[in-house]
């Protein structure tokens, strides 16, 4: 079963990175299965009280998150996710969680600062095939532009680390 759960939080964070990158849109079912999927998780490894912990960590994160929502800091598929992916690392968790994502959206932030500088020149999308071609090139005219970043992948990232963090998973 912990196998299980592990491989379906994968896939909504898979999921979640691609619909963000793509579209900038992370449908519902990420979030929703990856905070079923942590919730499960914490439950078969600490009993309810874990459980009960990780959702209160959740909950908290959520309401700071929507402030930001609020103020047009995030979106608010990255709300959702970012408070999905505290019951999946727990309350012990979480400080990885936000560290890893704040070091990973710092680097995804990189190419998006060089690329709006004047004159600064984007590589073509090379031989990437179909959809990810198609993606690649909607992601270039999204950084001429100075479109948002897709801070989904930021998230994902944060929670894989939170789950190599000691003592969030066995």
């Known amino acids: ?9 994968c896939v909504a964070l898979a999921l979640a990175c691609w619909a963000d990158l793509a579209a900038r849109l992370i449908p519902d079912r990420a979030p929703a299965t990856l ?5 499960g ?5 600490g009993g309810a009280g874990a459980a009960a912990l ?16 609020r103020r047009g800091l995030m979106g608010g598929g990255d709300v959702k996710l970012l408070a999905g992916a505290a019951l999946l690392a727990g309350w012990q968790g979480v400080p990885a ?3 890893g994502t704040a070091v990973l959206g710092g680097l995804l932030a990189l ?3 060089l690329a709006r500088r004047p004159g600064a020149a984007l590589p073509p999308a090379g031989r990437a095939a179909g959809r990810l071609r198609r993606v690649l090139r909607a992601e270039a005219r999204r950084l001429r ?11 994902a990232g944060g929670a894989a680390l939170s789950l190599a963090t000691p003592g969030v998973l066995p």
């Open 1 to 9: 079963m912990h196998h299980l759960l592990v491989l379906a939080a």
């Open 35 to 39: 905070a079923a999927a942590g919730a």
């Open 41 to 45: 998780l914490q439950a078969l490894q």
């Open 54 to 69: 990780a959702l209160l960590a959740a909950l908290l994160l959520l309401a700071l998150a929507a402030g930001a929502w």
């Open 97 to 99: 969680l936000l560290l």
């Open 111 to 113: 190419p998006y600062l």
């Open 145 to 155: 532009r100075g479109g948002p970043l897709p801070y989904g992948l930021a998230i």
